[in-house]
């Protein structure tokens, strides 16, 4: 019992003694406390620049196929936030910044560029946050960075649709050639087959080997019937397979002019691609690519859309001047308490 009252003495000696040691230290605390609170005043109201963000919403849902007149194309992806994150590209990124001149590297504007969106929700919004120390060119690389991102990814996936269709075209041509090929080959050997065989022939037999036959003739003639012993008689037949030859030959070619027009169909489209293709390049290469979405081939137009554009932020977001002030004073008595400690035990030993 003894022993535990001496601990507790122990222990209230010991703590008055820690509050003695911080109060002899007070000047020393407040100085540091005062320093360092100094230092993030200074900081926040005279050093920080203001750094403002402007943030717009999107729409867009999850491309899946799209009919166009040449066929229908299939995206490459089905996850929507691989085309969310399509605003990061180099090319995005390059084009903002040669609109609006900044000085800034991809990186540095890339860093800048936040996207808020939740994959978990079943909404498809996303919100697209820029971050700038001036007010006004928050708002105006938010609206290039809209633009140019909207335009970028819409060029884009028409040249994927117009390579997608021209190679499909191309192999499609050319395996149409080739069957034409063989249907005139296998047409001209039906035809060569059908002029060897005959559409009717014709049997002969002696007119007296068909006793009723050789009477009705004889009576009709009023002829002897003994003398129609040297006479003849012919009759005609229809040539089955002539004719299952013909109707085979007929489908043939019926089926050859099909793929002939279907061939020529085929080219016209494949002479369109490649013309527009050919636009889409000079364009891009021209700096006038918003000339060529002009609705053909322009195969992401209808996935997304702005539900809301930015707006010139009316306060910055940071630096955030009650959090950095309270910071300022926390660590100010942190670092002063600890000093007065290292201090006093410098003293008394």
């Keep these: 019992m003894q022993e535990k009252n001496n601990q507790y003495d122990y222990d209230e000696i010991s703590l008055k003694e820690l509050i003695m040691s911080i109060w002899s230290e007070r000047k020393l605390i407040s100085l540091i406390t005062a320093g360092c609170l100094l230092i993030s005043i200074i900081y926040t109201f005279f050093i920080a620049s203001p750094v403002y963000e402007s943030t717009s919403e999107l729409m ?3 491309p899946t196929t799209v009919a166009t007149r040449f066929g229908t194309y299939e995206f490459p992806s089905q ?4 085309y969310i994150q399509y605003i990061y590209s180099n090319d995005v990124m390059d084009r903002v910044i040669k609109k609006e001149n900044l000085d800034m590297t991809r990186a540095g504007l890339k860093s800048a560029v936040k996207i808020e969106y939740d994959a978990k929700s079943e909404s498809n919004s996303f919100k697209v946050a820029v971050s700038m120390d001036d007010a006004s060119l928050a708002k105006q690389v938010n609206d290039d960075l809209l633009e140019q991102y909207l335009e970028s990814i819409r060029i884009t996936y028409k040249r994927n649709a117009l390579e997608d ?3 499909n075209y191309e192999v499609s041509i050319d395996n149409l050639q080739e069957s034409i090929k063989q ?3 296998l047409i001209k ?3 060569a087959l059908m002029d060897t065989v005959k559409p009717i022939y014709t049997l002969q037999k002696a007119l007296f080997a068909d006793p009723k036959s050789a009477a009705a ?3 009709q003639l009023n002829l002897d ?3 129609l012993s040297e006479h003849v008689m012919t009759e005609e037949y229809v040539n089955n397979n002539y004719f299952t030859l013909e109707a085979k030959y007929l489908d043939m070619q019926s089926s050859l002019i099909n793929s002939k027009e279907a061939l020529v169909q085929k080219k016209a489209f494949y002479d369109e691609l490649i013309s527009e293709r050919t636009l889409v390049n000079n364009a891009t290469s021209n700096g006038e690519s918003g000339k060529i979405l002009n609705g053909r081939m322009d195969v992401f137009s209808q996935n997304i859309s702005v539900i809301s554009k930015a707006y010139e932020p009316q306060r910055p977001i940071s630096p ?3 959090m950095n002030l309270a910071i300022g004073l926390v660590l100010g008595l942190m670092a002063g308490t600890f000093a007065g400690f290292i201090r006093n035990y410098w003293k008394t030993n």
């Design 320 to 322: 955030r001047k009650a």
């Design 165 to 167: 269709f021209i190679t």
């Design 79 to 82: 996850n929507i936030n691989d």
């Design 60 to 62: 867009i849902k999850t």
């Design 225 to 227: 019937l003994a003398s």
């Design 189 to 191: 050997e039906t035809k």
């Design 183 to 185: 249907q005139e080959i």
């Design 217 to 219: 003739y004889a009576d």
